[in-house]
């Protein structure tokens, strides 16, 4: 039973990879042999685990100097785990060994995790509180497949490498250890010597559900989730429907600056859920979409450098908070997506570069694995193990926290390995062209997962190319030819091209007709979301409001009539927070909204405005049923560029038909022919020049007649009113 001293050496020095071959029990000649290591003992009682003394272990004096705290021994009966009591320097403690402990993945989950087939890997991966043969405790699993040895460090054991090396499983690459007696609340990284014999940076842990708040960059272990959901009604309502005929109405938020509590701190989620859900419902919103919250140690990065894609941050307190924020969205009515990140991750030394001293998650040629719009790495999509983390990781945030949706960020950069390159910066596919085949089927194999397992939800591509078929179904694994899956890509080029006309000069709009009408060329090639997002307010862009031109009427004006003309355009709509009442400034994730705005009667006008344009969109089937399909829009005027008006029909089968006119121009257009395609009576159901949103009052007097196919109509300056047909 006695090693050999170089392998007792390699074991104090933390160089050794099969702990299991020396710790623990083992079978011996009339019982069992029982061997641990306990720094600072001085003698050491085994204990089987109902408290039965099981004999005294002797220091193991013959295994050399350096052994300090070795002991071994005979003990009765077969292999069991043990227990020891150990006393030292006047103190007693008590130490489970994990050693004596037998592996707690089977040969199916590797199998799986191999093929890159597995859809439940964070049940298996990382920091799990679980039962294990008669001991409760923190059963830890990673994948660092070229490591030499691996080791759980934390503020249990010290942080020290050599106290708790890992099994290492098979050929796959997993890395386990059962540390029982560990619970929830505890600090932790795993140490990874690599294989060409460096200790690597302490790294997080890639499965961690919760992490501590930075600067400190350690994983937290967790227990079972506690709350109880209560959301059944919610889900089974989108599982229902078809999203693209229903109304979506997202307001887009960055958590950390919504609003801040009285210290300037960031609100917790329990705190943000009697803040913003009550607003988000007085608003008539049906979704937030949430920045990302996962962890990341960069305030400024807004959350798109994560470490911890597992991890809700812990700027918001408890991790279990985002679950309660949900639920409680979700009885209000209120769907929650999440801005997704899998098209790169940061460089910080603990997160997921060069994980176990190789390009594991990424790739080492700098051409395909380095961003350098973002100082970041990009994943080895075609890596099934890192394609299957991803998945994976879209599917867990859809199961554990019940999201409706995500939104995936930065996707032309995923889809083209020439992206921000120059000739010579990237490595052409096997066919050599630009596209890259490894991240397309990533995105379908996301986009296939979420949609089989969880009907109801929806994801949307952050798309600013024309990549064919972004919201079209994905084919076959293997497939070449089809969609990329989503259910909908934002309408970049709608965004463009309209702010870029809003932001003209009224007198130079005529000059500029194409900026509206071109997007109706397109408008039913993807299904579309419509975004004014953050990206429009940053980066000395200024705010929705500082781009409109003229005085500040004008202003407040020519934004009234955009969001109107926004929410009667084709598509599902997204608004930054802050748009929603005419933030001056340019948005800051470093303070919260400028709150006291709503004082004024003109910002609190357009905040007036649109709620009433979702409650409109939300109770006006025209508006929403046919987003995404042709038969639900009709031009009525679309060449009158001389005088800046744009008409055109919304409609739905069996509903009443919208007309929506837009009058670009300061000068009030009164009467205006507007070609309509019933006789009879048309109600005014908005009208953005109205007193009540800080406007001059003109309109229609609560409606128009048409007679012989047209009507004459009322447009005031600077204004969209839209017409419902009544009969």
């Known amino acids: 039973m006695n090693p050999p001293s170089d392998a007792i050496s390699a074991l104090m020095e933390g160089r050794h990879d099969d702990p299991f071959s020396l710790l623990g029990v083992f079978p011996g000649p009339g019982g069992s042999f029982a061997r641990t290591w306990i720094p600072g003992a001085e003698t050491v009682e085994a204990f089987d685990l109902s408290g039965a003394s099981l004999g005294t272990l002797a220091m193991a004096n013959d295994a050399g100097p350096d052994a300090e705290g070795l002991f071994e021994g005979p003990i009765p009966g077969d292999p069991q785990p043990v227990r020891y009591v150990a006393r030292g320097h006047g103190s007693e403690?008590?130490?489970?060994?994990?050693?004596?402990f037998g592996p707690v993945l089977g040969e199916t989950d590797e199998y799986l995790f191999g093929e890159g087939t597995h859809l439940r890997l964070w049940d298996k991966m990382g920091a799990h509180l679980i039962e294990h043969q008669g001991a409760t405790g923190t059963h830890f699993a990673v994948w660092a497949p070229n490591a030499?040895?691996?080791?759980?460090?934390?503020n249990f054991n010290a942080w020290d490498g050599r106290r708790h090396v890992m099994r290492r499983r098979g050929g796959v690459g997993i890395w386990e250890l059962f540390l029982p007696d560990l619970g929830a609340g505890h600090a932790y990284k795993f140490e990874i010597l690599g294989s060409d014999g460096r200790l690597q940076p302490q790294k997080a842990d890639p499965f961690a559900f919760a992490a501590e708040l930075r600067p400190r960059t350690a994983s937290l272990t967790t227990g079972p989730m506690r709350h109880v959901w209560q959301d059944d009604g919610h889900r089974a309502h989108w599982a229902s429907v078809d999203p693209r005929r229903v109304p979506v109405s997202i307001y887009e938020v960055h958590a950390g600056s919504w609003d801040?509590?009285?210290n300037g701190w960031f609100l917790s989620w329990d705190a943000l859920a009697d803040k913003l859900i009550p607003y988000v419902v007085e608003m008539g919103f049906t979704h937030i979409e949430f920045m990302p919250i996962t962890e990341h140690p960069y305030d400024p990065s807004w959350g798109y450098q994560t470490t911890g894609l597992y991890a809700p941050s812990a700027r918001f307190g408890d991790h279990e908070g985002f679950a309660r924020f949900v639920d409680g969205a979700h009885q209000a009515g209120i769907g929650v997506l999440l801005d997704w990140v899998p098209?790169?991750?940061?460089?910080?030394?603990?997160?997921?570069?060069?994980?176990?001293?190789?390009?594991?998650?990424?790739?080492?040629?700098?051409?395909?694995?380095?961003?350098?719009?973002?100082?970041?790495?990009?994943y080895n999509f075609g890596r099934r193990e890192v394609s299957s983390y991803l998945v994976n990781n879209a599917l867990f945030w859809a199961e554990r926290y019940h999201l409706d949706g995500l939104r995936v960020d930065a996707v032309a950069s995923m889809l083209y390995r020439d992206y921000s390159r120059n000739a010579g910066e990237w490595i052409p596919n096997a066919e050599g062209g630009r596209e890259n085949w490894e991240a397309v089927e990533f995105l379908r194999a996301a986009n296939r997962a979420v949609y089989r397992e969880h009907p109801g939800i929806f994801t949307v591509a952050e798309e600013s190319t024309s990549w064919p078929g972004v919201s079209s179904p994905a084919p076959a694994p293997g497939e070449r030819d089809g969609g990329l899956g989503f259910g909908f890509k934002w309408n970049m080029g709608w965004m463009h091209d309209t702010l870029q006309y809003m932001a003209r000069d009224p007198l130079h709009r005529q000059h500029h007709h194409g900026e509206i009408t071109f997007g109706l060329v397109y408008a039913y090639s993807e299904n579309f979301v419509l975004p004014l997002s953050h990206d429009e307010v940053v980066h000395g862009k200024g705010s929705i409001l500082a781009k409109m031109p003229g005085d500040d009427w004008q202003q407040f004006a020519n934004l009234r009539l955009y969001y109107a003309f926004m929410?009667?355009?084709?598509?599902?709509?997204?608004?930054?927070?802050?748009q929603e009442f005419a933030q001056r400034g340019e948005w800051s994730e470093e303070r919260a909204l400028d709150w006291h705005l709503r004082a004024s009667p003109a910002h609190e006008g357009v905040r007036n405005l649109v709620r009433d344009l979702n409650r409109l969109y939300r109770d006006t089937p025209a508006l929403h049923a046919r987003d995404c399909e042709p038969d639900g829009f009709e031009w009525l005027v679309g060449d009158d560029a001389a005088n800046s008006v744009f008409a055109w029909l919304r409609k739905a089968p069996g509903e009443k038909p919208v007309a929506v006119i837009a009058n670009m121009t300061p000068i009030a257009r009164a009467p205006y022919r507007i070609p309509l395609p019933h006789d009879g009576r048309w109600r005014e159901i908005m009208n953005s020049d109205a007193a009540d949103y800080w406007g001059s009052g003109l309109g229609n007097m609560g409606g128009v007649e048409a007679k012989d196919g047209a009507a004459w109509v009322t447009l005031p300056p600077l204004a969209t009113v839209m017409l419902e047909y009544e009969g």
Request: charged share 25%; hydrophobic share 30%; no cysteine.
């Open 93 to 100: 403690w008590s130490v489970t060994d994990p050693y004596s």
């Open 260 to 262: 801040k509590d009285e």
């Open 148 to 154: 030499r040895r691996v080791s759980v460090v934390g």
């Open 567 to 578: 929410w009667g355009y084709p598509g599902k709509k997204l608004l930054f927070m802050g």
């Open 343 to 378: 098209a790169h991750f940061p460089m910080d030394p603990h997160g997921l570069i060069r994980f176990d001293g190789t390009a594991l998650y990424e790739h080492d040629d700098p051409r395909q694995g380095y961003h350098p719009d973002w100082n970041t790495a990009i």
